[in-house]
């Protein structure tokens, strides 16, 4: 199911966000959507770990499902362990930005720590796409209370791009949606509520949505 609205706030356009990708459920979507955004048959596509990942277990199975789409140039990039210039490079050398699953507050602080905040801001403005996928999605608000929903305690505080919230995986830890528009309520959020599979897209001033995801509007 496709449904569409308006932005609100200011918006970052070719923007993709996930609860979680899963083959086929997402794929023949992905594979749509990034070639029409990057406008390339075969996007060169950057996986950031939400925290170090020296066997690249995690992306491995994310370049498994992008083979499996179509996309062959997919590739590991670790903030942490490159200098500044080899950060711009990375930067400048892709058309897609994959941001992966993992805690939100600390894949928040790295990519600030890093300079990885600024450098994907820039990367949107020069017309890159950016994928974010659960935690990788989370972080791209201004900010992330939601968080707190999976015990993880801190500071909230996202990266700015948009002005809602993302509530990942939520028909298996959130089975009562009436709960999570109390919490929207109560904290004065706007939350896109997302099971798998479904898909928030911002472009240009407009959000799609793919799926089923949710949207309660707490302000």
């Known amino acids: 199911m496709l449904s569409e609205r308006k932005v609100v706030s200011n918006p970052v ?27 390339k048959k075969n996007p060169r596509i950057t996986y950031f ?10 992306f491995e199975e994310k370049r498994s499902y992008y083979l499996k789409i179509g ?10 362990e490159s200098s500044v210039e080899e950060r711009i490079a990375a930067f400048q050398e892709t058309d897609v930005i994959h941001l992966s699953g ?11 720590s890093t300079g990885c905040d600024q450098l994907l801001r820039q990367f949107l403005e020069r017309g890159g796409v950016v994928l974010g996928v659960s935690a990788g999605a989370m972080i791209l608000g201004r ?32 089975p009562r949606p009436d709960l999570l528009q109390t919490f929207a309520q109560k904290n004065k959020l ?8 479904d898909i928030v897209v911002l472009h240009g001033k407009k959000i799609r949505t793919y799926g089923s995801p949710q949207f309660f509007a707490g302000t």
């Open 13 to 39: 356009p070719k923007i993709i966000l996930h609860s979680d990708q899963t083959f086929p459920l997402t794929g023949t979507r992905d594979a749509e959507l990034l070639r029409s955004l990057s406008g």
């Open 49 to 58: 770990p939400s925290t170090p990942d020296p066997r690249r277990k995690y």
């Open 71 to 80: 996309f062959s140039e997919v590739n590991f990039f670790e903030p942490e």
């Open 102 to 112: 993992g805690e939100v507050i600390s894949f928040s602080h790295r990519m600030r």
């Open 143 to 174: 900010t992330f209370k939601s968080a707190s929903l999976f015990k993880e305690r801190g500071e909230f505080f996202g990266l700015g791009l948009f002005d809602f919230e993302i509530v990942p995986h939520a028909g298996e830890n959130f």
């Open 190 to 197: 706007s939350l896109y509520v997302m099971n798998d599979g």
